[in-house]
């Protein structure tokens, strides 16, 4: 498809399991974004690449988040030992250039 | 405190009615400005970027005020179709860090 692809759609995993979300990018697009949105709230910044490099991960909350995009294009963003404020929906952009993010639909993450 | 605000609402209109939502920023230095759309469940989508000049896309117009660090949308002949989550987004342009922060979003329910 020609937009952002994330996978899972869904994941519920159980409180202290690691996790992994997908982000398939817009091909070509250079600049890869993930966000953080919980309920009732508007998408918070994780972290930002550049091609393969991670120039930005101000934004994980703790140790217990990483991502990585190895080859420049597509992100995986793990979660280790999981909590359940975890829970929320983790969004990925792409852009190329100066050009505005166009998000994926998201992975919404339940942790129980 | 946030480093967007906006009025979460809802507000609740009458199909044909014009309404106006606002947002204020913190960060002086944020250089670009957007209006972003979410419906419920899916993802964010740029609805228009925000000049000082002020503009219009059909029934949509949005303005910009640096000095006073304030945004506003105005949307005209409301439809049916305009229900949504409206987010206030802002971005810094320094050092390639491009990523956006967003107000928690106000919600618009058009009523028939």
């Known amino acids: 498809g020609a937009g952002v692809s994330q996978s899972p759609r869904y994941k519920v995993a159980k409180r202290g399991q690691d996790v992994a979300l997908r982000c398939d990018p817009i091909?070509?697009?250079?600049?890869l974004f993930w966000y953080q949105q919980a309920l009732g709230q508007g998408p918070e910044f994780l972290t930002y690449?550049?091609?393969?490099?991670?120039?930005?991960k101000s934004g994980l909350p703790s140790d217990r988040f990483f991502a990585e995009r190895p080859e420049g294009s597509v992100s995986t963003l793990k979660i280790q030992r999981t909590q359940q404020e975890d829970s929320a929906v983790y969004l990925c952009?792409?852009?190329?250039?100066?050009?505005?993010?166009?998000f994926g639909d998201g992975t919404r993450l339940s942790i129980l | 405190r946030k480093e967007v605000e906006q009025d979460p609402g809802p507000f609740n209109v009458p199909e044909g009615a014009t309404v106006a939502f606002n947002c204020t920023y913190s960060?002086?230095?944020?250089?670009?400005f957007f209006w972003y759309r979410q419906d419920c469940r899916k993802e964010p989508k740029l609805l228009m970027s925000?000049?000082?000049s002020g503009n219009e896309d059909g029934r949509f117009t949005a303005q910009l005020n640096r000095a006073s660090q304030y945004i506003s949308l105005l949307i005209r002949d409301s439809k049916l179709s305009d229900s949504a989550t409206y987010l206030c987004?802002?971005?810094?342009?320094?050092?390639?860090?491009?990523?956006?922060?967003f107000g928690s979003g106000t919600r618009l329910q058009v009523q028939p």
């Open positions: 960060n002086s230095a944020s250089q670009s």
């Open positions: 925000v000049y000082s």
């Open positions: 952009a792409s852009s190329g250039g100066n050009q505005p993010q166009h």
């Open positions: 091909s070509g697009h250079v600049s």
């Open positions: 987004v802002v971005t810094q342009s320094d050092t390639g860090r491009r990523a956006l922060t």
């Open positions: 690449f550049q091609n393969e490099a991670q120039l930005d």
